[in-house]
């Protein structure tokens, strides 16, 4: 099962909805720059995937409720009506605002401890689910959320039905998508969807192992008080001044989350030792989701580990040895020549086991 032979067995879920997703660009540190979220990244890997020699299926469309197991509806309803509510606004055709983005955060320094109140101005409420400026939303991103979500909920479906291992090629990502709040180029949490379903399908507890460059704060705080769900994240020190900032740190593990926070300019060595001790978290679970960013890989724009394509192929397999039902979510990678190719390592080298 190599990418060389042209035989990667891993089934792919993938929906062309997922390229409806353009979000124009991100405000960062206050000037709207090109952003490296785009729906290239998507089309590289698929092309890789489907080089490889693995299938590839439709998701299934799901109902609300697998979206509303993990996220508030507020926030799913939020999503769902922001852009037609920002062009009804006449926000586009009157003041030139193409994308939705917010610019007032009800944080706690402000509230200081007043009630939230929903504002009347629709450009004011989006500072009450999105945290950072540079997750936009525009045409086409919700039909692109779901079928994100979609594919993760039926890429875990699939693995009941007698397949080890199931990858989804999620579009946007969603590892630091919140139970109520959205960000960091993410908006629903498509691998707390799938381990949601694996749960329900399989039993627990499931383990959530995410090795994306930066720490999964969303599916770290959704999964946060819950002993059926483990999550394991290693990535980039936000001690070190790395996104999310806040979250992410070493002493927020506890029984049954471990954050493993590693220097920038960490290479294999390390990273593979931390993916070591995460896959360990996990070994006691009855189901795996692996929230795979690309992003730790040496040539990747958007972080500074060090991780060769070698790296994630061991990672894989380290990941595959647990011998558990996996569901493989795509989250971040942003160096187009690359990208595809690690996606294809990792796999195999979980597919080699
Ligand atoms: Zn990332």
Same mark, same amino acid.
């Given at each position: 099962m190599t990418s060389e032979a042209g035989n990667l067995a891993i089934p792919v879920v993938w929906h062309d909805d997922c390229l409806r997703h353009q979000p124009g660009g991100e405000v960062w540190l206050g000037l709207r720059e090109e952003g490296t979220e785009v729906p290239e990244r998507a089309r590289v890997i698929l092309r890789a995937l489907t080089s490889a020699g693995a299938p590839v299926l439709p998701p299934r469309p799901h109902d609300e409720a697998a979206l509303l197991a993990v996220h508030d509806r507020a926030l799913v309803t939020h999503l769902a009506t922001i852009w037609a509510d920002w062009e009804a606004g006449r926000y586009p055709a009157d003041y030139g605002r193409d994308r939705v983005v917010p610019y007032v955060f009800p944080t706690a320094a402000m509230l200081a401890g007043l009630p939230l109140r929903t504002p009347a101005a629709t450009h004011g409420q989006v500072g009450m689910f999105c945290y950072d400026t540079m997750t936009l939303v525009g045409p086409g991103s919700w039909e692109a959320i779901r079928a994100a979500a979609d594919s993760a909920r039926t890429a875990a479906a699939l693995i009941t039905a007698g397949q080890r291992a199931v990858y989804a090629l999620c579009r946007p990502p969603g590892h630091h998508a919140a139970p109520a709040g959205y960000g960091g180029s993410c908006y629903l949490n498509n691998a707390a969807v799938a381990a949601d379903e694996l749960h329900r399908r399989v039993g627990g507890p499931v383990a959530v192992v995410d090795i994306d460059a930066h720490h999964g704060n969303g599916t770290q705080e959704i999964f946060l008080s819950s002993d059926d769900i483990l999550t394991a994240s290693v990535h980039v020190d936000p001690g070190a001044g790395w996104f999310p900032h806040f979250?992410?740190?070493?002493?927020? *593990?506890?029984? *049954?989350?471990?954050?493993?926070?590693?220097?920038?300019?960490? !290479?294999? $060595?390390?990273?593979?030792?931390?993916?070591?001790?995460?896959? &360990?978290?996990?070994?006691? &679970?009855?189901?795996?989701? =692996?929230?795979? !960013? =690309?992003?730790?890989? &040496? +040539?990747?724009?958007? *972080?500074?580990?060090?991780?060769?394509?070698?790296?994630?192929?061991?990672?894989?397999?380290?990941?595959?040895?647990?011998?558990?039902?996996? =569901? =493989?979510?795509?989250? +971040?990678?942003?160096?187009?020549?690359?990208?595809? $190719?690690?996606?294809?390592?990792?796999?195999? +080298?979980?597919?080699?086991?």
């Open positions: 979250l992410g740190f070493a002493d927020e *593990s506890n029984d *049954s989350n471990l954050n493993l926070p590693l220097a920038p300019g960490t !290479g294999d $060595e390390e990273w593979l030792a931390a993916v070591r001790r995460a896959a &360990a978290f996990a070994g006691s &679970a009855r189901a795996l989701v =692996v929230a795979l !960013g =690309v992003d730790a890989a &040496a +040539g990747d724009p958007e *972080s500074p580990l060090e991780v060769t394509a070698a790296g994630y192929r061991e990672a894989g397999r380290i990941l595959g040895e647990l011998g558990l039902p996996t =569901v =493989v979510v795509q989250e +971040g990678g942003y160096d187009l020549e690359t990208i595809g $190719e690690l996606v294809v390592e990792t796999l195999s +080298g979980l597919a080699a086991v």
